[in-house]
């Protein structure tokens, strides 16, 4: 079982930052079988969507809206992942959960509790 922890979300004016912190905790062996975290948002109305995406080698993928402005990032010895966004705008409101798993062709089992971002125009 691997258990994810979300942080970092608030409130921000538009062309602001915010960081935001996935910690994974578990058993050693299920945290080892992980190979991809990532993190997905939920604006209302709208479907839940990938936003960025982080394997175990270091290879990242991103959302086409908002390349150039965040960056998925991980530090292997807290079992935690980042998302660094920038230039933030109000279409980027939503909840943002992180997610972890084995594959970028579907969400992975794992999933953070959700945390929420405001962007105020």
């Known amino acids: 079982q691997v258990q994810l922890v979300e942080s970092g979300g608030g409130l921000v004016q538009a062309g602001g930052s915010l960081r935001l912190s996935c910690a994974a905790s578990?058993?050693?062996?299920?945290?080892?079988?992980?190979?991809?975290m990532g993190w997905y948002r939920e604006a209302p109305g709208k479907e839940r969507e990938s936003v960025a995406s982080l394997t175990r080698s270091g290879s990242s993928d991103y959302a086409d809206s908002v390349k150039g402005r965040f960056t998925i990032s991980k530090d292997n010895a807290k079992n935690t992942v980042y998302l660094q966004m920038d230039s933030l705008k109000p279409e980027d409101t939503a909840v943002y959960y992180c997610?972890?798993?084995?594959?970028?062709?579907?969400?992975?089992?794992?999933w953070g509790q959700g945390t929420q971002v405001t962007v105020s125009s």
């Open positions: 997610n972890a798993g084995s594959s970028r062709s579907a969400p992975g089992p794992y």
């Open positions: 578990g058993s050693f062996l299920s945290i080892f079988r992980i190979d991809v």
